[in-house]
């Protein structure tokens, strides 16, 4: 589905801070996850996947957590870097749905 | 491993032309395959998923149609370009039944 929005959330930190990128969901039913990067004139890049029989799951530096009671789903950076400056943005699926409904993405600024 | 192609990487045409973007995909078989748009500053707009060869779903009515002439290649046809058809065009694929997306580079097209 289409995320709708002229202007995206923007979170900006200072490099060396973690960062914690929020993303609500709508469908009760979604059982699969995933995170998105997206860099400035490139291709979104999987980063991390979680099955809603989790509520956790790490990778290198990144750590999503999953909060099915709220709809609830964040992607933790740690020590976040300059290159770590991106759109990111949340996707959920369900039962093996051929499409995924994307949010509309969080706009991370790392300041050096 | 798996990887995607999108070309060409931009396009610049005159509103009225015609149009044909194409994607490939190597190290899988029977991908499923999407095309999306995506405006500056937007999410992604879902235009047309294939899960095999011939059989074309499309999303949005629209001047813009979709091909799989083979079971690794979606091709991205318009015979008319308007000046709406401006933005970013992506091409993915995910494994049957999955729901994991991996995004190409996408194209950048500019309708003047």
């Known amino acids: 589905g289409e995320s709708v929005g002229l202007h995206l959330p923007t979170l900006s930190v200072q490099e060396g801070d973690n960062s914690i990128i929020n993303c609500a969901y709508s469908n009760s039913a979604s059982d699969y996850f995933i995170w998105y990067k997206q860099e400035s004139g490139k291709g979104p890049q999987f980063i991390i996947d979680i099955r809603s029989n989790m509520d956790k799951r790490q990778g290198q530096r990144v750590t999503v957590l999953l909060n099915k009671t709220v709809k609830h789903l964040s992607l933790q950076i740690a020590a976040t870097q300059p290159g770590d400056s991106a759109v990111y943005f949340c996707?959920?699926?369900?039962?093996?749905?051929?499409?995924?409904?994307f949010g509309r993405g969080t706009s991370l600024i790392v300041h050096p | 491993s798996q990887t995607i192609h999108q070309w060409p990487a931009t396009l610049v045409q005159p509103v009225g032309s015609p149009l044909s973007l194409e994607c490939t995909v190597e190290g899988t078989s029977n991908p499923n395959l999407y095309w999306y748009r995506q405006a500056a500053g937007r999410g992604l707009q879902l235009l047309f998923y294939?899960?095999?060869?011939?059989?074309i779903s499309s999303e949005v009515p629209q001047n813009l149609s979709a091909s799989r002439p083979q079971d690794r290649q979606f091709i991205l046809s318009s015979k008319k370009l308007l000046l709406s058809d401006s933005g970013f065009y992506l091409c993915?694929?995910?494994?049957?039944?999955?729901?994991?997306?991996?995004f190409g580079p996408g194209t950048r097209l500019t309708v003047l």
């Open positions: 993915a694929w995910s494994v049957t039944g999955a729901d994991t997306q991996y």
């Open positions: 996707a959920e699926g369900s039962g093996g749905s051929y499409i995924p409904t």
């Open positions: 294939s899960v095999g060869i011939g059989q």
